[in-house]
């Protein structure tokens, strides 16, 4: 991995630690459900990504830089926010937001420095944006984001999509890293602003409709 995609891989990984702990926050964990609810929503969908594709041992067991920013996140952020019901209600969302594009963008690359294809990329780019945030939800008793008709999953799959025709059509890396994350962040940013939804499948209305 490049120095560039190093570095935004740090970036993810301490902005879903954030995501993590400020949803922990709000749980009123303990510090170790902190720490342990950080690290699953930082590192989950790398992990299932890695397992899938076979690279073990997983990146996080690989280079314990990983663990250190997570702890670093969880350090800093039980410091600073000392009162999570003060916490803008925008934080949380924002910031997982922030980590799904880059997560998106990093799940891909690694899909096709394996010479997979790019539909394989977007998978990857999908697992690796929304593993961390499932798991963080299930934990807290929360139906995930990417089962609910809110954009998420769709923000995910389109900077997937953007980061590997970028790199199909010969744009370099870098800009194609930028722009992927610009096209999953504006996506997902504007779902949240304006409540911008998938139409949900209602079976039963439908059926009711028909009668």
């Given amino acids: 991995m490049t120095s560039w995609f190093y570095f935004f891989d740090l970036c993810g990984t301490a902005v879903f630690a954030l995501s993590g702990a400020l949803s922990a926050g709000r749980h009123r964990m303990d510090p170790f459900g ?43 952020t039980m410091l600073i926010v000392r009162k999570p019901k003060r916490i803008p209600q925008h934080t949380l969302p924002v910031a997982d937001a922030l980590g799904l594009a880059l997560f998106t963008v990093i799940g ?12 394989i990329a977007v998978v990857m780019g999908l697992i690796t944006g929304v593993g961390g945030g499932i798991i963080r939800d299930l934990l807290c008793r929360q139906v995930p984001m990417i089962l609910r008709t809110e954009i998420y999953a769709t923000a995910s799959i389109l900077g997937g999509v953007t980061y590997s025709l970028c790199l199909h059509f010969g744009t370099q890396d870098k800009h194609a890293l930028v722009l992927a994350m610009l096209v999953a962040l504006g ?21 009711q409709n028909k009668k």
């Fill in 34 to 76: 902190v720490i342990v609810l950080a690290s699953v929503t930082a590192v989950g969908g790398g992990s299932i990504r890695d397992a899938l594709l076979g690279t073990t041992p997983v990146f996080w067991i690989r280079d314990p830089n990983y663990i250190i920013v997570i702890l670093l996140t969880v350090l800093l």
């Fill in 187 to 207: 996506i997902r940013l504007a779902a949240i602003k304006w409540h911008l939804s998938l139409p949900a499948f209602d079976l039963k209305t439908n059926l």
């Fill in 108 to 119: 891909a690359e690694k899909a096709l420095s394996l010479e997979l294809s790019g539909m």
